[in-house]
């Protein structure tokens, strides 16, 4: 049986050097929160981000669509597009 080979994790050259300030409280507005698009690419993203602790420290994600939805269905939509179609596997300590 062959085995695939895992890329190797290496260090953003573009960020050598450069100073990480103190961001700012941010809040991200995604417009059609429900759709295709943040399913696969932004709830996904976002998470990843958090992840790696690069977002902020008071960061906040409002999701807004035409369908009307209760704060624990979108929170359910979003584990599930997480755990389908992020780059790594969900971990519950992430916030």
Same mark, same amino acid.
């Given at each position: 049986?062959?085995?695939?080979?895992?890329? @190797? %994790?290496?260090?953003?050259?573009?960020? @050598? =050097?450069?100073?990480? +300030?103190?961001?700012?409280?941010?809040?991200?507005?995604?417009?059609?929160?429900? =759709?295709? +698009? !943040?399913?696969?690419?932004?709830? &996904?993203? #976002?998470?990843?981000?958090?992840?790696? =602790?690069? +977002?902020?420290? $008071?960061?906040?994600?409002?999701?807004? /669509? $035409? =369908? @009307?939805? !209760?704060?624990?269905?979108?929170?359910?939509?979003? $584990? @599930? !597009? #997480? %755990? %389908?179609? /992020?780059? $790594?596997?969900?971990?519950?300590?992430? &916030?």
């Amino acid at each position: 049986m062959a085995t695939v080979a895992q890329p @190797e %994790q290496r260090e953003n050259p573009l960020v @050598e =050097g450069l100073e990480r +300030l103190p961001v700012h409280p941010t809040t991200l507005a995604i417009f059609g929160a429900t =759709g295709d +698009l !943040s399913k696969r690419k932004l709830l &996904p993203a #976002i998470y990843n981000l958090a992840h790696e =602790g690069a +977002l902020p420290e $008071r960061f906040n994600l409002i999701g807004i /669509s $035409r =369908g @009307e939805q !209760s704060d624990e269905e979108f929170q359910q939509l979003a $584990r @599930e !597009s #997480i %755990q %389908q179609f /992020s780059r $790594r596997p969900p971990d519950d300590q992430v &916030p």
